[in-house]
């Protein structure tokens, strides 16, 4: 899983624009782009800092209809997530699939606090036996100028097996 940068496309331009701000300060001598200049880089610092002060922790148990999937045959997987947080954070949960697996493993996190259960289909396209997991979770600030992405929970294995087809006699 690759790593996400803390700041996200919209605070990188709103820093920008924040020092663009600050130097059009100084050649146009104008002191109130100064102050937008503030504005634009201590808003996203703050968002910054809310996104990634707050300690979670949490814990992922996933029951799969059946461990043992045939190419082709589908099965849902249902994950119920422990968020242990200081208020609940609005973002997007993710379940990292194998290549072998194809499903609709992502979604908008429940705003329920404490315990929250999601469901999913997955179907079995190469055989093997294969991983799914960590649950991510994908938390930005209102304003989408900050971002956290933090990993819960093991994996668990799922094995695919080729699908049986009668022989003639």
């Keep these: 899983m690759s790593r996400r940068r803390p700041v996200t496309l919209q605070g990188m331009m709103a820093i920008l624009a924040g020092i663009g701000c600050a130097i059009a300060?100084?050649?146009?001598?104008?002191?109130?782009?100064?102050?937008?200049?503030?504005?634009?880089?201590?808003?996203?610092?703050?968002?910054v800092i809310a996104v990634h002060l707050p300690r979670r922790r949490g814990s992922v148990t996933r029951l799969i209809?059946?461990?043992?999937?045939?190419?082709?045959?589908?099965?849902?997987?249902?994950?119920?997530?422990?968020?242990?947080?200081?208020g609940t954070p609005h973002g997007l949960w993710l379940d990292v699939l194998p290549d072998a697996v194809v499903g609709d493993a992502s979604g908008?996190?429940?705003?329920?606090?404490?315990?929250?259960?999601?469901?999913?289909?997955?179907t079995g396209v190469r055989r093997g036996m294969w991983?799914?997991?960590?649950?991510?979770?994908?938390?930005?600030?209102?304003?989408?100028?900050?971002q956290r992405e933090q990993e819960f929970g093991d994996v668990r294995a799922v094995t695919v097996v080729p699908a049986v087809v009668p022989l003639a006699a």
Excluded: H
């Excluded at 991983?131 to 900050?146: E, N, Q, S």
């Design 65 to 86: 209809s059946t461990d043992l999937l045939t190419v082709g045959e589908t099965s849902r997987v249902t994950a119920q997530f422990d968020l242990r947080a200081a």
């Design 131 to 146: 991983a799914i997991g960590p649950l991510v979770l994908r938390t930005t600030d209102p304003f989408g100028l900050a």
């Design 108 to 122: 908008e996190f429940p705003q329920e606090s404490g315990s929250s259960t999601v469901t999913y289909d997955i």
């Design 25 to 47: 300060a100084n050649i146009v001598a104008a002191p109130i782009l100064l102050y937008v200049a503030l504005l634009l880089i201590l808003t996203t610092l703050f968002a």
